[in-house]
């Protein structure tokens, strides 16, 4: 199973010329939007960070479905290229600042290295064991987990702790979870109309989608959301919907 995952995912020199210049130009696009962001206009973490999250996620969305998985692994290849960079360049740095919490301190780079380990280690299991339904994964994570942190963030008064990783404190709110769930569905339910699915059988699997990601977006550790949310969007459309 895995080399199969391995022979369809390794893109070929034709998709790296062809698509590789234009990933390149849009990955630094995005990196320069966020860093503006926060630099001259002081823009939260919380939301600068979920910017680029949400901009990334549906990225790959559109690639898994016009040009399939090879695509999205020389896209995630390329965003993880910028993000390593950013963290050896650290402190002070605009895109570093873009993604490093200062609630996470003193581990600030290792919770942008986590969520960038379980987001490929997310999209890897999901093409391995539902590969047709992996990009509501990626949408259900890049949409509904993109909201849950600015709408906790600015509206949260109902806060519960989760369990985290090397001691940091880390809390939800209900109402950034009960936005995580809205969202989500939502997002899955375009995914699934946009591939031609019945009406009612996208607004039920989506229902089931968005309400199973948020739930396990609720309960999951501090920077392991990424890798939870999308297998159980994935696996639920796949058990509904194979």
């Given amino acids: 199973m895995l080399q199969n995952f391995i022979n369809r995912a390794i893109p070929t020199p034709e998709l790296i010329r062809q698509l590789g210049p234009f990933i390149l130009g ?13 630099k001259q206009h002081q823009v939260r973490t919380a939301y600068t960070r979920k910017i680029f999250h949400f901009l990334i996620f549906s990225t790959a969305s559109i690639f ?19 993000v390593l960079f950013a963290i050896l360049k650290g402190d002070n740095y605009p895109f570093y600042e873009v993604m490093a919490r200062e609630s996470d301190r003193p581990y600030r780079s290792l919770f942008i290295l986590i969520p960038l380990f379980t987001t490929a280690l997310g ?17 259900v994570g890049g949409w509904g987990d993109a909201v849950g942190e600015p709408v906790g963030s600015r509206w949260g008064k109902h806060r519960y702790q989760v369990p985290s990783l090397l001691g940091v404190k880390a809390t939800r709110s209900l109402e950034g979870s009960a936005a995580v769930a809205i969202v989500s569905t939502l997002v899955a339910y375009f995914g699934f109309y946009m591939a031609g699915y019945p009406s009612a ?15 396990v977006e609720a309960i ?15 696996g639920l459309a796949y058990w509904l919907l194979a």
Avoid at 65 to 82: E, M, N, Q, R
Avoid at 205 to 210: K, Q
Avoid at 224 to 234: E, R, V
């Fill in 220 to 234: 999951s550790n501090h920077g392991l959301d990424n890798l939870t949310m999308q297998f159980t969007a994935a």
């Fill in 123 to 139: 999209g890897v299991l999901s093409n391995i064991f539902f590969m047709k339904f992996a990009y509501i994964g990626y949408l």
């Fill in 26 to 38: 849009y990955v630094l696009v995005v990196t320069l939007l966020v860093s503006y962001l926060k």
């Fill in 64 to 82: 898994q479905l016009k040009y399939g998985l090879p695509a999205v692994v020389l896209f995630g290849s390329i965003v993880g290229l910028f």
């Fill in 201 to 215: 059988e996208c607004i039920k699997t989506a229902a089931i989608c968005g309400l199973g990601g948020a739930g």
